[in-house]
């Protein structure tokens, strides 16, 4: 699938999507997809100079759906290399050697994930309810995975992208980019149950992170991030108001909906000392359990507001706002905003919001609901 956006200024983004992830993995193989991601961007190092005195920004990310890669720039700068990056991806040629220096890399990473503490009790509770997964994957797997697993998950799953997204200033058609999508139709999804472990770092002093989930298993998840967005946006938002400015209990907290394969998890995420945990906890569940008081009409029309401004900027800045033609259809607080009404948040929110019905996670309880 070829998209072809217009860009309002000279600047221009070049997007190549990967559909699957988590989901084509087996059990033995968890994380090979991030690995991938990081051993197909090694297809660019000799050209780093050249990209750098054409001020071409590119990265790749990895989630549980996808894998995508993208450069953006100057609109001239963008034609000149899309065509490469794309080939560069679609022969995907490395060696043994650059293979277990990416994978110490990458267990690094992993390293990482579980000495950030709220990141880590997200990453468990999404293990133990869902039995699912982040895509950094399992540490066990990613140490035993062998040279020729990566080759051959490549060559099963991602020999040609499944959506390439190019937004630029002429925005034509581009008929040289169709060849590379045409794939076969064969892809497996590989995924199996896995009792996957959980990892807790203790090391903390002192300090003590909360992350409070619940699973939203349906098709509300531009309404869910709306009210997320209700809830923590802002200086003035609730959650912001109650656990910070009347109460200094922590510095920040937010709230965010975290898409995993076809369901998704919903979740509160902070950090505060030790001693205010219960206290914090219990300011958090007055806040969800009393909608009356924190989700009114006038929250609900701020945040409209914010949205409809977000998106005009979305359309200047369009070279690198293109999430909605990565993520799926309903998704975006964006593709719900013009027919949104406080009587739909509201349904909504009564279906997820109760406070009973989320699960915690911290550094001194495991978890508990």
Not at 205 to 211: E, V
Not at 320 to 335: A, F, H, L, T
């Given at each position: 699938m070829i998209v072809n956006l217009?860009?309002?200024?000279?600047?221009?983004?070049?997007?190549?999507?990967?559909?699957?992830?988590?989901?084509?993995?087996?059990?033995?193989?968890?994380?090979?997809?991030?690995?991938l991601e990081h051993l197909c961007c090694k297809a660019f190092d000799h050209l780093q100079e050249e990209f750098d005195r054409d001020s071409i920004d590119w990265n790749a990310y990895t989630s549980s759906n996808e894998i995508v890669f993208y450069m953006t720039g100057l609109d001239e700068k963008i034609n000149k290399w899309k065509y490469k990056f794309l080939e560069l991806l679609s022969e995907f040629k490395i060696t043994k050697e650059e293979f277990e220096n990416e994978r110490k890399i990458v267990l690094e990473e992993y390293s990482d994930y579980f000495n950030k503490q709220t990141d880590s009790h997200i990453l468990n509770l999404n293990r133990k309810l869902f039995n699912d997964y982040d895509p950094i994957g399992l540490k066990s797997d990613l140490e035993n995975l062998k040279f020729l697993d990566i080759?051959?998950?490549?060559?099963?799953?991602?020999?040609?992208?499944?959506?390439?997204?190019?937004?630029?200033?002429?925005?034509k058609f581009d008929n040289n980019l169709v060849d590379f999508t045409k794939r076969d139709s064969g892809r497996k999804l590989l995924m199996g149950n896995y009792d996957t472990p959980l990892e807790l770092n203790n090391d903390f002093?002192?300090?003590?992170?909360?992350?409070i989930v619940s699973p939203v298993i349906d098709e509300n998840f531009g309404y869910v991030n709306y009210i997320n967005s209700m809830l923590s946006v802002g200086l003035k938002s609730p959650l912001y108001q109650e656990v910070r400015e009347k109460r200094g209990l922590v510095y920040s907290i937010h709230?965010?909906?975290?898409?995993?394969?076809?369901?998704?998890?919903?979740?509160?995420?902070?950090?505060?000392?030790?001693?205010?945990?219960?206290?914090?906890v219990g300011v958090v569940g007055d806040v969800i359990n009393t909608p009356d008081k924190y989700l009114t009409k006038e929250r609900f029309d701020v945040i409209n507001d914010f949205y409809k401004v977000r998106k005009v900027k979305k359309e200047i800045l369009r070279y690198?706002?293109?999430?909605?033609?990565?993520?799926?259809?309903?998704?975006?607080?964006?593709?719900i905003l013009d027919t949104v009404d406080y009587d739909k948040?509201?349904?909504?929110?009564?279906?997820?919001?109760?406070?009973?019905?989320?699960?915690?996670?911290?550094?001194?309880?495991?978890?508990?609901?």
């Open positions: 217009k860009s309002q200024t000279d600047l221009s983004g070049f997007y190549i999507v990967y559909e699957g992830s988590t989901n084509l993995e087996k059990p033995g193989w968890y994380g090979i997809s991030h690995l080759i051959n998950f490549w060559e099963l799953q991602y020999m040609r992208p499944s959506k390439i997204i190019n937004v630029s200033k002429k925005n002093k002192g300090k003590c992170s909360i992350a709230c965010y909906l975290s898409r995993i394969n076809k369901q998704s998890v919903n979740a509160i995420a902070t950090q505060t000392s030790d001693k205010n945990f219960d206290t914090l690198n706002s293109v999430n909605e033609w990565i993520d799926p259809k309903g998704w975006s607080v964006y593709d948040i509201r349904e909504v929110y009564d279906q997820y919001f109760n406070f009973d019905n989320f699960y915690i996670s911290n550094d001194k309880t495991e978890f508990k609901k």
